[in-house]
C-alpha cells in the first residue's frame, strides 16, 4: 500500500505565499506523475500543477508564474510553491501521484490540505 501524506496549508493574506510538501511512502518501486490538484466548495476538483519523472512541468492557467511544482525523487517527495496568493486561491490541496509497485500501476490521492487566503 502507498500512502501520500500533504503538509504545508494554512491561513495567508492575499498576497503571501505558503510552500506545500507531500510526501509518498509505501511499497514504491517507482513514481510517475506527482501533482497538486484543489478543491474549492461548490466546485470541482481541478489540476493544479504536475511533474513528471523526467521534470517536465504542466500548469493550469490559473496559477502559471505564481506557482512552481518541484520534486525531490530521492525522497518521493513533490512541492508546490505558491505565491501571490489571492482568495481565489482558497481549496483544499490534495496530492496525486502515479506509483509502479512491482508491475503494478495504480492512482492514488492524499487526504488534503487546507489553503485559506483571507485578509
Known amino acids: 500500500q502507498v500512502q501520500l501524506v500533504e503538509s504545508g496549508g494554512g491561513l495567508v493574506q492575499p498576497g503571501g505565499s505558503l510552500r506545500l510538501s507531500c510526501v509518498a511512502s509505501?511499497?514504491?518501486?517507482?513514481?510517475?506523475?506527482m501533482g497538486w490538484y484543489r478543491q474549492a466548495p461548490g466546485k470541482q476538483r481541478e489540476m493544479v500543477a504536475s511533474v513528471t519523472s523526467a521534470d517536465n512541468t504542466n500548469y493550469a492557467d490559473s496559477v502559471k508564474g505564481r506557482f512552481t511544482i518541484s520534486r525531490d525523487s530521492a525522497k518521493n517527495t513533490v512541492y508546490l510553491q505558491m505565491n501571490s496568493l489571492t482568495p481565489e486561491d482558497t481549496a483544499t490541496y490534495y496530492c496525486?501521484?502515479?506509483?509502479?509497485?512491482?508491475?503494478?500501476?495504480?492512482?492514488?490521492w492524499g487526504q488534503g490540505t487546507q489553503v485559506t487566503v483571507s485578509s
Open positions: 496525486n501521484a502515479d506509483v509502479l509497485i512491482i508491475f503494478t500501476r495504480k492512482n492514488y
Open positions: 509505501g511499497s514504491i518501486s517507482h513514481i510517475n506523475t
